[in-house]
């Protein structure tokens, strides 16, 4: 008896040690695996420094706090809501102050007239000359002119100054005006309802500055003082899109696309002069998409025609403009075809939601075009093909967070593609699109919200190390290698100031 009782627990022994190996093997699996998925991960391939890993140790602390409050209490995490409910409020955070004192390379995806905030244009009325229409549908419209412009005008042009301080009240008048100059609104869900509505309101942004903007003594200034902000907000180098679209002057004179460009030539010059450790600007032209054939083939000779007159200037072409409603790329093949040659290819394609429309089918022409860079490339998640194309071709993707957020693809940025991309390894570089339009920094914003709403909760200072040095090795800038030292040399330095002054003082 006593024997087999022995033989019993002899037994139990047993199966409680297989039970314990069969644990320890199933935990060794999943470390194995986490581990892997944390080594393909977008930036792991950097190794910090001392000094880096403590700035890391910082920000991971300060990133996990607000991770982990907001998984415990998920109806208060802030970048899981609507852009414009907490743009503000997280400015006041240490993380997003340190991240707009890191170095973050390049900006590749930004529009020129939609860098600036509403203020900035607001207080551009307040210039001599200038005429406003009130057109009777609610929109409004500008124009600078020595005499009463000639222009029609649904109601009647009025001299600005003259309205405003009829108005008898300036500060509600400005408020008023302000508010044509930003599609920021507290009524976005209800104005907002779908990708279409925010389009118009978007679309009505550029109506009603157009005439501001393309006044060359402001197209100027704006184009400099855009460069600041970029500055301030630690971008080093910056490649823009613009429609070009012509300029006017008081003396009735006007000037077509090339001479716009030539503006921003002249524009940088002084630029340089001033700020002579920003690393330069770059122009990409982008004409409307809504356009016909022989438009394109126009659009293609002034861009042929600007990288004649401007090599240094001009980084290349694309097409702009809502893509769902737009001409697709592959209706202007033959076109693109043709120019390939004389031009780089910087195409948006893949900014939908749909899935085997023109609109999504796009990336697989810019694809093939050998684009040098994608903007957007949102629905590329859907394609796994085009990712292996996409790393064999080493294209860079121009990510927009915020953009893809306020233009209603995604509604909580933690299920934007971005995620996948960062998981996957894919050449990730982040852009911030039109980010005065929605009262964001030039790039700190986009960084705050992929690194807290869109990362996981992992990913540290690697990877934004490395969305910084992507954007320098995706531009097209004419000395990669200096601009790529003179980042690490800024890099170094942020580092430092990291440590000397968050190190001890810091809540973190
Ligand atoms: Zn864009």
Redesign the pocket.
């Known amino acids: 008896m006593l024997k087999a009782i022995i033989v019993f627990l002899e037994f139990k022994i047993l199966l409680s040690v297989m039970a314990s190996e069969k644990l320890q093997n199933v935990i060794k699996q999943r470390e194995q695996l986490l581990q892997k998925d944390l080594e393909m991960m977008l930036g792991s391939d950097i190794v910090l420094s001392e000094s880096e890993q403590k700035v890391n140790d910082i920000i991971m602390k300060l990133k996990h706090r607000e991770l982990d409050y907001g998984f415990e209490n998920p109806g208060h995490f802030n970048v899981s809501k609507h852009f414009f409910s907490y743009k503000d409020n997280v400015k006041n955070t240490t993380l997003f102050e340190i991240l707009q004192q890191m170095p973050k390379g390049a900006l590749l995806?930004t529009?020129d007239t939609a860098v600036l905030s509403p203020d900035y244009t607001l207080k551009l009325t307040y210039m001599d000359n200038l005429y406003v229409c009130f057109e009777s549908d609610g929109g409004i419209r500008f124009l600078f002119s020595s005499k009463t412009p000639k222009e029609t005008c649904g109601t009647q042009w009025q001299l600005m100054k003259d309205v405003r301080y009829s108005s008898g009240d300036i500060e509600q008048f400005d408020a008023d005006l302000r508010k044509h100059f930003t599609i920021v609104t507290e009524r976005h869900n209800e104005l907002y309802t779908d990708i279409n509505a925010v389009w118009i309101r978007f679309q009505q942004y550029f109506i009603a500055t157009g005439g501001i903007f393309t006044y060359k003594p402001v197209w100027e200034q704006y184009f400099y003082d855009s460069l600041k902000a970029l500055r301030e907000d630690n971008v080093m180098y910056l490649e823009v899109?613009s429609v070009l679209p012509h300029l006017y002057d008081l003396e009735g004179n006007t000037y077509d696309s090339v001479s716009t460009a030539q503006s921003y030539k002249e524009t940088l010059d002084r630029f340089m002069i001033d700020y002579p450790d920003f690393c330069g600007a770059k122009l990409i032209y982008a004409p409307m998409r809504l356009v016909d054939r022989a438009t394109i083939k126009g659009n293609l000779n002034t861009a042929r025609e600007i990288k004649r007159r401007f090599p240094k200037l001009l980084a290349g072409f694309d097409i702009?403009g809502q893509e769902d409603l737009g001409a697709a790329l592959k209706e202007f093949l033959p076109e693109f075809v043709e120019a390939a040659n004389d031009l780089d290819y910087f195409f948006?394609a893949g900014?939908t939601n749909w899935n085997g429309m023109s609109s999504d089918e796009n990336l697989y022409d810019a694809i093939v075009l050998d684009t040098r860079r994608i903007?957007?490339a949102y629905a590329l998640i859907k394609h796994p093909q085009l990712w292996n194309e996409v790393v064999r071709k080493d294209i860079g993707l121009e990510i927009?967070v915020v953009?893809n957020c306020v233009l209603k693809l995604v509604n909580d940025v933690r299920n934007h593609p971005l995620a996948a991309f960062f998981a996957q390894n894919l050449p990730v570089v982040l852009?911030s699109?039109?980010s005065g339009v929605w009262e964001a920094l030039p790039l700190t914003h986009d960084f705050y919200v992929a690194f807290v709403g869109v990362s996981n909760r992992h990913a540290d200072l690697r990877l934004l190390k490395k969305l910084a040095l992507n954007s320098l090795k995706y531009s097209a800038h004419d000395n990669k290698d200096e601009m790529i030292n003179e980042f690490e040399i800024r890099w170094m330095r942020f580092i430092d100031t990291v440590v000397n002054n968050y190190e001890h003082s810091c809540k973190c």
């Open positions: 995806h529009h899109r702009v948006h900014e903007g957007h927009n953009s852009g699109d039109d």
